[in-house]
């Protein structure tokens, strides 16, 4: 004689509402965060149904925008940048950077033909854009102590702002209504990746920035500033030179650009005002210099003094 089956669990086991309402892991802004996470994009989609599509193009501009955020704020991890200052910067980058790059652009005959067009009327004018709301920002909390890596971080948030505004363009005014394979696949492209590509670019020119306001004299802190706009200016230009961009060689710009902004990020070699300074692991003023040491990022680091293009080329970062 066999034994009876055992009872089927309660709905009250199978489904615990009461138990989950009441656990904290619901009401961590984790599980929010997920939550949003997976219903942001066909939210998007169904609230907004025009034939422009920019509602939807910015939704996803800023849901992409916001990701790579949390994945800048982990790996730079900025010490005097607050919510303030943080909705300063994408208020400008929002307001001047893509008007003033487009203005530059036309200005300068924006093209990719050859390296040096493309890094003079592409590359400067985007990069100076971007730089432009940090500098602002930095002469406005002039009396707020704020480190390379903080306009480092500063510049990234920048970038990003303008790499989604950038996809947002690009998918209302320049892609074709009938996308194709290729098409749809360049659009994601610019919806994932470009931003990110745009903030690390940026993220070096603010750490450029956040050194030269270490100086009072306008010469050496326009010397520093501008060689923190050149910089990632020709990463810039040489992404988007025809002869690289769509080859491996692009992969290689991107891979490379990526690399420098983690190692100002996280190694950086910046003193906290300028001054000579020995090479210390210490959070203390050095006794022979008086000079306050920036505290390390990483236990490695030692503390010391995309073009509006609109023509056929859909793998620019521009």
């Known amino acids: 004689m066999t034994s009876p089956a055992p009872r089927l669990p309660d709905l009250s086991v199978l489904f615990p509402f009461r138990a989950w309402l009441r656990h904290p892991a619901l009401r961590a802004w984790t599980t929010w965060l997920f939550v949003a996470l997976v219903a942001t994009p066909p939210l998007a989609l169904v609230l907004f149904d025009d034939s422009t599509h920019r509602g939807e193009a910015t939704v996803f501009a800023a849901y992409f925008a916001a990701a790579w955020f949390l994945v800048l704020w982990v790996l730079v991890r900025p010490r005097n940048v607050h919510g303030a200052l943080l909705a300063q910067v994408v208020g400008l980058a929002l307001v001047i950077e893509m008007p003033l790059a487009i203005w530059l652009e036309q200005l300068l005959g924006g093209g990719t033909e050859n390296l040096f067009q493309s890094v003079l009327a592409v590359g400067i004018p985007e990069e100076l854009a971007k730089a432009l709301p940090v500098v602002l920002l930095v002469f406005v909390h002039r009396h707020r102590v704020l480190v390379p890596r903080d306009t480092l971080f500063l510049g990234a948030v920048s970038g990003l702002a303008f790499g989604a505004a950038e996809a947002v363009k690009y998918a209302v005014e320049y892609m074709p209504s009938d996308l194709g394979r290729g098409g749809a696949m360049v659009l994601v492209w610019r919806f994932v990746a470009g931003p990110v590509v745009h903030a690390v670019w940026a993220g070096m020119a603010g750490y450029f920035v956040g050194l030269a306001a270490q100086y009072r004299e306008p010469r050496s802190f326009?010397?520093?500033?501008?060689?923190?706009?050149?910089?990632?200016?020709?990463?810039?230009?040489?992404n988007n030179w025809d002869p690289v961009n769509g080859t491996v060689l692009w992969v290689l710009v991107d891979a490379l650009s990526a690399l420098l902004f983690v190692a100002y990020a996280r190694v950086g070699l910046v003193a906290s005002r300028p001054a000579a300074v020995t090479p210390l692991m210490s959070k203390t003023p050095d006794d022979r210099h008086g000079a306050a040491?920036?505290?390390?990022?990483?236990?490695?680091?030692?503390?010391?003094?995309?073009?509006?293009?609109?023509?056929?080329?859909f793998w620019s970062s521009t």
Do not use: E, K
């Open 293 to 313: 040491v920036d505290p390390p990022t990483a236990p490695i680091a030692l503390s010391a003094p995309a073009g509006i293009h609109a023509g056929p080329r």
């Open 222 to 238: 326009l010397a520093l500033a501008g060689l923190g706009i050149a910089f990632p200016a020709l990463l810039h230009g040489l």
